[in-house]
């Protein structure tokens, strides 16, 4: 009991109470735009807080020690995406979740925790080496098979940030300036190839209607277009909860998911807005700090990871609310609805946690 004392009293509450206050603005505005969803939500948040609380029991060098034990997770978490094109119903015109009862669970979030750890181990033990060409390959090709996975149920926004934070990682372990100039046009050619022979028409038109949304005001830009009414009718304060007219009124696509930013912005305002970003900004910095005080590169690479991948969710998804960016499906981490991205993020604060017992 003394142990469990000790360990309640050596987590970090400003981490903790960031991510709660996120989830309760996004439990909030759920509420207000879907109130037959805000319980779930509230499930979700308690269950991934209680997951959260258990990981942070379990020793972060038990990942950077077994790597047996990472490739069978990274191996389970591929066939879990692969049974997704034989097992899972087709929702929406894509199959991207298993159904188990009232609930739906993505395990291409669960798999993003898996490959942070494999990264982190990859690139701990080599980071030396990253001069050799064959590293940066090699770890490529262990995010390129679940990102084609992802990217064929389709889900091309979860795709795009999978590479993203392995880029990042790359950077954080001292890639050469050549090697990363390499990768980079690599990308535009693979980029330009997938725009000619992989994307599909609609996700074609999302980046066509983002350019010029008045192209089809009324079809593929109608979702931005009233994103961004929604922002700019919430004004300082906001309409109130429960009153903002695009909101409620339907003319605010999936304002629970892809649109929660818009919705809370309505009608909480931009008082309300800015509380959510700031939240965001004082939970990245204490994952940063974790990057910052950590004296080994396992910890140092793992909280980079995470906090890259929350960082680019969140960049993205408030982007495609502001019109800034087209619109690819990405959750806004801890506020859009969704156990499976709430249980990402919480084992990883978890992991986080416990790395954060040893470097005080």
Do not use: C
């Amino acid at each position: 009991m003394e142990i469990i004392l000790k360990r309640i009293k050596e987590l970090d509450y400003v981490l903790i109470f960031s991510a709660l206050l996120i989830s309760a603005i996004g439990i909030l505005s759920i509420y207000s735009s879907n109130p037959a969803l805000y319980v779930r939500q509230i499930v979700f948040v308690a269950i991934g807080f209680v997951v959260m609380f258990f990981v942070s029991f379990v020793d972060w060098r038990s990942f950077r020690e077994n790597s047996y034990v990472i490739l069978v997770l990274y191996f389970l978490s591929l066939l879990s995406l692969y049974g997704l094109f034989l097992f899972a119903p087709t929702i929406r015109g894509v199959q991207r979740w298993y159904r188990i009862g009232d609930f739906l669970l993505d395990p291409g979030e669960i798999f993003k925790i898996v490959i942070i750890i494999l990264l982190a181990k990859y690139f701990s033990t080599r980071h030396v080496e990253m001069y050799k060409f064959s590293h940066i390959i090699l770890s490529g090709i262990y995010v390129a098979i679940p990102a084609f996975l992802i990217f064929r149920q389709p889900d091309l926004g979860s795709a795009l940030i999978l590479i993203i934070m392995w880029m990042g990682v790359l950077l954080i372990s001292g890639i050469k300036l050549k090697h990363f100039l390499v990768l980079f046009f690599a990308g535009v050619i693979v980029l330009s190839a997938g725009w000619m022979f992989f994307l599909e028409d609609y996700q074609k038109d999302r980046a066509i209607a983002f350019v010029n949304p008045q192209l089809d005001p009324q079809g593929i830009g109608w979702g931005q277009s009233q994103a961004q009414i929604a922002i700019g009718s919430g004004g300082l304060l906001g309409k109130g909860i429960g009153s903002g007219t695009q909101t409620q009124y339907g003319f605010l696509p999936e304002p629970e998911t892809d649109f929660v930013f818009s919705a809370i912005a309505e009608e909480m305002g931009f008082v309300g807005a800015s509380v959510l970003i700031v939240a965001f900004v004082i939970f990245l910095w204490r994952i940063m700090l974790v990057v910052l005080r950590s004296k080994t590169n396992f910890p140092r690479l793992f909280a980079s990871g995470f906090a890259i991948l929350i960082l680019t969710q969140a960049f993205i998804n408030i982007g495609m609310n502001l019109g800034l960016l087209p619109i690819i499906g990405t959750p806004l981490p801890l506020v859009s609805y969704g156990g499976s991205n709430l249980l990402f993020v919480f084992i990883g604060l978890g992991i986080l946690q416990s790395i954060k017992r040893d470097i005080k």
